[in-house]
């Protein structure tokens, strides 16, 4: 017998030799041989199943595991290790029970505990395994991949700030774990942190060049610090790594999209959807490039394909409720309901935990009115608020600004002055920045975005202060029930409308914003209007391609129709892309306009879109969607904007302009009128002569830019909404 059990012994010593080595079928084999001479060897039989577990054969290894238990249930090992072969077969609650045997058995035990956060975390059951993680992180010194896991689940919780600390952490344990590196350049990108981010991409490329997931973020962090060449270049390179890769192509889509090439971003989404057709961001991002395009079939249906593929993607089915604001035809009433269908989804689960009124501040004292916007800077959302925001301090309002940005500019500078506290949130996720703001407790919170790019519907869905208001940046409602109040005028939502809107109208005297000219950087001369110099008239659009459809094409074809030799400026960035502006040219023609008497300009910078404002006698509104910016541009130049207003909010921008602003003749009641107006205006040059001198002054001493006569009023209404008695 001793004979026998030293020959055992051997053979177990040499076949964990093999093992340890690699040779999994010489270790096999002895393990075999063993269990053939002693078929109870409970550890010949659990490191077999490993064998069979490391082949890929974890069927197989969890019948081998099972039968060592069963010869010896006290060896953690085992359990650990079947817990390994069940979450191999996707057996995940088995695995799960396994992995906490071996703990219960071992509570040092570092690696089932790790293993264990794994299957917790293949469960979705991410706040367990982010526990089960640092646990092994606390009982394993040095233990990085534990601590880079940890890392992962709290970012996938939300929790940035503690997912960057774990990065870090298993980097101080491991400088040179690239997935590190790659992964918390990724969340720092996710954070709004881009030139750290960069920087930690760079040290996984140091260590992998052709890291295929770190060059496609590097492209964004690149995008983002404004290095195109560089993000372009990135881009590519992870392309040429991993061309197998959607995610890769996504990104390089993303590059020529914000470069305004939209043909060569929608053939980059293609590809992306060639090579994995469920990827719901691209079929989003393709949506965009075709709105941004001025195909609105195009968009609604890579919309709806994303959100087949994901309802969970609130961005998409807030672009799809602002889609609906440029159709020919639409009312009040649906888009009412489309923004309804957005709260019904995103918000109702959220209508348990709204602050309710009579928790904020005190009744006594300033009023505390925050405000979260991404665009306290030079954008239109901020140059339609700032002279307000400015002028509010003066009427007792206390400001909390909320800023979803990183960027910043004069306009920022601005902003910044009037707020009592400023609060980067660029980055947090929508829970967290209501937190901060619940916590802060404001007696109001205003709204600058809306369903607009940066703008955080998901922020207002859940009601972190007793009174809520949206203003300025979205130009229609919001459909939230957590929204109390729209600002608004007699211009935008006339008597009789209010049904249409989720939220309480307040309509301010004159207009519902005060807009803030261009500086003296931008401060050109007027000029005559161009057709006095003997030159043909010339009508202008600076509106983006999605406003325009057939409509509307119809009637410019009909008014160049009817002044001979007159021409057609059409500006906007998307016409800075070569196969959109072909596209462009082929439906003004297909509409009889011939391109000949067409000029298309893309993105030029500000003080030259001002020189090209200037450059036309009349200005063409399109409709449904009228201008905004563009039309107070073109009329700080001195330039009439014929306009066509609807029911919608959208569709009244320019009439309430025009109207404040005391321009008449502008205004049609219907196609037809809107042509007639558009000749009478170009055919009478002393008219346009006479605005020119007129209008800026006019704009410039009127309510049209008086932010303090609008914050007074707009003041008043808000401390009527949060202290009503």
């Known amino acids: 017998m001793t004979v026998v059990m030293a020959t055992i012994q051997e053979a177990m010593a040499a076949a964990v030799a093999h093992h340890q080595a690699g040779r999994l079928a010489q270790a096999a084999a002895l393990y075999h041989a063993v269990l053939d001479a002693m078929p109870g060897h409970a550890d010949a039989a659990h490191l077999l199943g490993v064998v069979h577990l490391q082949s890929g054969q974890p069927d197989r290894a969890v019948s081998l595991i099972r039968g060592a238990i069963q010869q010896n249930h006290r060896v953690a090992d085992y359990h650990d290790n079947l817990g390994s072969a069940l979450k191999a077969l996707s057996r995940l609650e088995e695995a799960v029970t396994a992995h906490r045997q071996a703990v219960r058995l071992r509570p040092e035990f570092a690696q089932a505990l790790y293993n264990l956060g794994n299957a917790l975390e293949a469960l979705g059951r991410l706040d367990e395994a982010a526990t089960a993680f640092r646990q092994a992180a606390a009982r394993r010194p040095g233990y990085a991949r534990a601590r880079f896991n940890l890392g992962n689940v709290l970012a996938a919780l939300g929790q940035r700030g503690e997912a960057d600390d774990a990065y870090r952490a298993a980097l101080a344990d491991d400088p040179t774990f690239v997935e590190a590196h790659a992964n918390r350049g990724g969340l720092l990108l996710a954070l709004d942190r881009p030139r750290e981010a960069a920087a930690a991409l760079a040290r996984a490329l140091a260590l992998r060049p052709d890291h295929a997931p770190a060059l496609s973020n590097l492209a964004a962090a690149c995008l983002a610090l404004g290095d195109r060449d560089g993000a372009e270049s990135a881009a590519r390179h992870a392309i040429a790594a991993r061309p197998d890769l959607a995610d890769c192509l996504l990104r390089l889509g993303e590059v020529r999209q914000r470069a305004d090439r939209l043909g060569a971003a929608a053939d980059a989404y293609r590809a992306a959807l060639a090579l994995n057709p469920a990827l719901a961001e691209a079929h989003a991002n393709l949506a965009l490039v075709r709105q941004g395009q001025g195909l609105l079939d195009a968009a609604e249906q890579g919309n709806r394909r994303a959100l087949a593929l994901d309802p969970t993607l609130a961005d998409v089915r807030s672009n799809q409720a602002y889609l609906l604001l440029f159709r020919p035809g639409v009312t009040a009433a649906a888009v009412l309901e489309a923004h309804r269908d957005w709260d019904r989804v995103h918000g109702a689960p959220h209508r348990g935990r709204w602050v309710k009124p009579g928790k904020a501040t005190a009744g006594k004292g300033p009023l505390t009115v925050a405000i979260l916007s991404g665009d306290f800077r030079r954008h239109p959302a901020g140059l339609f608020a700032v002279r307000t925001v400015e002028a509010l301090p003066a009427h007792d309002i206390r400001l909390l600004l909320y800023a979803n940005q990183t960027e910043s500019d004069d306009v920022t500078g601005r902003f910044r002055k009037a707020a009592a506290r400023w609060t980067p949130v660029a980055g947090l996720p929508d829970a967290e920045v209501a937190s901060r703001i619940r916590h802060d407790r404001p007696d109001v919170l205003i709204d600058l975005a809306g369903h607009n790019a940066r703008g955080r519907p998901g922020v207002f869905a859940r009601k972190p202060a007793p009174v809520q208001v949206a203003w300025s940046g979205y130009m229609a409602t919001t459909g939230l029930a957590a929204m109390d109040a729209l600002v608004a005028d007699r211009h935008h939502v006339p008597e009789g409308m209010e049904a249409f809107y989720a939220e309480r109208v307040l309509r301010m005297p004159d207009a519902f914003i005060a807009y803030d000219p261009p500086g003296?950087?931008?401060?050109?001369?007027?000029?005559?209007?161009?057709?006095?110099s003997g030159g043909p008239v010339t009508f202008g659009s600076f509106n983006i391609l999605t406003k325009l459809n057939d409509g509307v094409l119809a009637a410019w074809a009909a008014i160049l129709q009817r002044v001979p030799n007159s021409r057609l400026l059409m500006k906007t960035k998307a016409l800075s892309c070569p196969a959109t502006a072909d596209l462009w040219r082929g439906r003004l023609a297909a509409a009889g306009i011939a391109p000949d008497r067409v000029t298309m300009v893309g993105a030029t910078n500000s003080l030259d879109h001002m020189r090209r404002c200037a450059s036309v006698d009349v200005a063409l509104d399109p409709f449904p969607f009228s201008g905004s910016t563009t039309t107070l541009e073109t009329m700080w130049m001195g330039v009439p904007v014929v306009t066509l207003p609807g029911e919608t909010f959208s569709s009244r921008h320019s009439l309430a302009f025009l109207t404040v602003a005391g321009v008449e003749g502008c205004v049609a009641?219907?196609?037809?009128?809107?042509?007639?107006?558009?000749?009478?205006?170009?055919?009478?040059?002393?008219?346009?002569?006479?605005?020119?001198?007129?209008?800026r002054s006019r704009m410039a001493a009127g309510p049209l830019c008086d932010g303090n006569r609008l914050a007074a009023a707009l003041a008043a209404e808000l401390r009527a909404l949060a202290r009503p008695h």
């Open 520 to 532: 003296d950087d931008l401060e050109l001369p007027l000029v005559p209007p161009p057709c006095l």
């Open 669 to 695: 009641a219907d196609p037809a009128d809107y042509v007639e107006r558009a000749v009478s205006w170009a055919t009478d040059p002393q008219r346009l002569a006479e605005l020119r001198l007129t209008l």
